[in-house]
């Protein structure tokens, strides 16, 4: 009989016991049309490889950046950098810290000015004059987090419920009575995020949204009278894109605003693998949009994993670098929009990147993928697998060198992914071999069984679909 192979899809599926079964690393779902006649109306897609557009030199994390005119500014370990068009980078100041997420924001062309925030101190540079200090001004509250809006620095003051804002334009000038409390709860203010010109104010348990009212002292008001039952458990997890926001909320799961009301879009097999994180408050969230795709990336440093939402299709999927020190965690530790380019900081090695759907390698290191997809049973019964066809896009063999003549790996578990066989080559053909058959002939026999197909050639490795030929037992 013709089994479906279940590959088309995202990471962690299927029956909620499955924990350990569909994964998807690297690789992302990629819709066509339904209509009748449409053989792939999905496939999966490799995810992005990269290239070097910069070096701070710092051998260290990026740990955030802005695109202002024509120039990327970041922050490198506890350098501030601005960066050109063609990579060249000129050191701008100096942090007090050289780790941890921070975040910046410019107060445009009136202001001049961008504020760096590194979860406790606050920074500015000016644009215009060059000049980059700590901001010493007596009123200045502290900071743990940034944003920005209508004219104003908004920051959240470390361990209260209070936000504060800076004078017009003005991110070195504080007063003292600029500030509000987020006042439909108790817990405390862990986030500022300025969406649509709405101020989003995540808490411990609540989130609260308020807006610029034109009066008062502050002149901000909250914007609706119920307040969002769900707090932040890490604050840099969230992020504003495609009219949305999007965070990691006080109960491990991802939250996306609809409205003013939150939309769980984690599944319950995800929310099982956060649980089993010991610390999820460093996580890191970023958006970006490529090839018709929204992505929310969220990334957790101390369980070295990375996870993405793809807006488009509603599949998460993973993401993971080669080779050490990363072997788990995608390398991005932060976005950015840039002359058209897409780039990302790294998290170890002080190197920014660009992302690129045309190169299957990261930086010259192996951009491997991953599809194990979910498991194939029968009513409990004996199933003797004959043979197992994946139907590759083919024939994206290279001119030479790795990848001339590319291969997939295929393995697969009996017993719901805690053991392995050991892997067998499939070419999926030399350049020009469109017609190449990917197949396994005579695989045994099984209950339950959960395949697995990955690639590190640098070749296209689009999936479009799996077959099993197999025949049923009879106990």
Not at 169 to 177: E, I, K, P, Q
Not at 302 to 308: E, G, Q, Y
Not at 366 to 382: F, P, S, W
Not at 438 to 450: H, I, K
């Amino acid at each position: 009989m013709g089994i479906p192979v279940p590959i088309i899809g995202g990471s962690y599926e299927g029956r909620v016991s499955d924990f350990n079964a569909s994964r998807c690393v690297n690789q992302y779902v990629v819709t066509g049309t339904n209509e009748e006649g449409n053989k792939y109306p999905a496939m999966l897609q490799g995810t992005p490889g990269c290239t070097e557009f910069c070096d701070t030199g710092t051998s260290t994390e990026i740990r955030g950046m802005i695109a202002v005119g024509n120039y990327l500014y970041a922050v490198a370990g506890n350098g501030f950098y601005r960066i050109t068009t063609v990579g060249a980078t000129t050191s701008l100041g100096t942090l007090n810290s050289a780790t941890g997420h921070c975040y910046l924001e410019y107060n445009s062309s009136t202001g001049s000015q961008i504020m760096i925030v590194d979860g406790t101190t606050g920074y500015i540079y000016n644009t215009s004059t060059g000049a980059f200090a700590q901001i010493t001004d007596a009123d200045f509250p502290g900071a743990s987090t940034l944003a920005f809006q209508d004219g104003y620095f908004i920051v959240s003051r470390p361990n209260t419920r209070e936000w504060w804002h800076s004078d017009s334009y003005d991110g070195t000038a504080w007063t003292g009575t600029s500030y509000a409390t987020k006042e439909g709860a108790p817990d405390n203010l862990l986030r500022v995020l300025c969406d649509h010109r709405e101020l989003w104010l995540f808490g411990a348990k609540t989130t609260e949204v308020w807006y610029n009212a034109g009066s008062g002292t502050p002149p901000f008001s909250r914007k609706i009278d119920e307040i969002l039952q769900r707090g932040i458990s890490a604050a840099a997890s969230a992020a504003a894109e495609a009219n949305t926001i999007f965070w990691l909320d006080d109960r491990r799961m991802v939250q996306r605003a609809v409205g003013y009301k939150p939309e769980t879009i984690s599944t319950r097999q995800i929310e099982y693998q956060f649980s089993s994180y010991d610390t999820v408050s460093d996580a890191i969230g970023f958006c970006y949009s490529q090839d018709g795709h929204t992505f929310y990336v969220l990334a957790f440093p101390t369980a070295n994993k990375t996870w993405v939402y793809d807006a488009a299709t509603n599949f998460w999927h993973e993401r993971a670098s080669w080779p050490s020190p990363y072997t788990g965690r995608w390398r991005a530790n932060c976005y950015a929009e840039f002359n058209d380019q897409h780039l990302i900081g790294d998290y170890a090695n002080g190197k920014i990147y660009e992302l690129d759907l045309s190169v299957y390698a990261e930086d010259g290191n192996v951009l491997k993928t991953i599809r194990r997809a979910q498991a194939i049973h029968k009513d409990r019964l004996m199933l003797f697998h004959n043979r197992l066809d994946i139907e590759f896009e083919t024939g994206v063999g290279l001119a030479s060198g790795q990848g001339s003549d590319p291969v997939a790996m295929v393995r697969w578990s009996d017993d719901g992914g805690h053991t392995w066989s050991n892997e067998h080559q499939m070419s999926i053909g030399k350049m020009g071999e469109y017609g190449k058959r990917v197949y396994r002939n005579r695989l045994g026999r099984s209950r339950s069984r959960v395949y697995e197909i990955s690639v590190t050639d640098p070749v296209k490795r689009n999936i479009l679909a799996a077959h099993l030929d197999a025949t049923v037992g009879t106990s």
